[in-house]
């Protein structure tokens, strides 16, 4: 990634995670070099399936408010809402029900915020 695309992609991570002040853009430029950089910029995968991997795995891990930023990040990469629901849902039997009933509600979130912007 170039300059300008990296100084975007820190703009948007600062932006959409709950960082303090004292340590906003430092914490986004290590996110945006390590994360976006060093894994998501990898040949091995398309970002498309990255989401749907990235979905199910933080379903898995009941991290609500990380799934919430990477089912838009999903939507954006050409996942369909459907997809979406079939990989928390395959995570039912993989990860426990209540973590597959908490992704839903996340999802769910998504869609109602997306649909009403």
């Known amino acids: 990634m170039n300059d300008e695309e990296r100084a975007t992609v820190v703009a948007q991570i600062a932006g959409a995670l ?63 809402r459907h997809e979406v629901c079939e990989a928390i849902m395959h995570m039912a039997v993989y990860g426990g029900w209540p973590v597959a009933v908490e992704g839903m509600r996340t999802a769910k979130a998504v869609f109602a915020s997306r649909d009403e912007g």
């Not at 976006?36 to 009941?62: F, K, N, Q, V, Y």
């Open 18 to 80: 709950p960082l303090p002040e004292e340590i906003r853009d430092d914490f986004a430029a290590f996110t945006a070099d390590t994360v976006m950089g060093g894994l998501w910029s990898r040949d091995g995968l398309p970002p498309r399936e990255r989401s749907l991997i990235t979905i199910a795995a933080l379903t898995a891990l009941d991290r609500p408010h990380e799934l919430e930023i990477h089912i838009g990040l999903g939507l954006d990469n050409g996942l369909s």
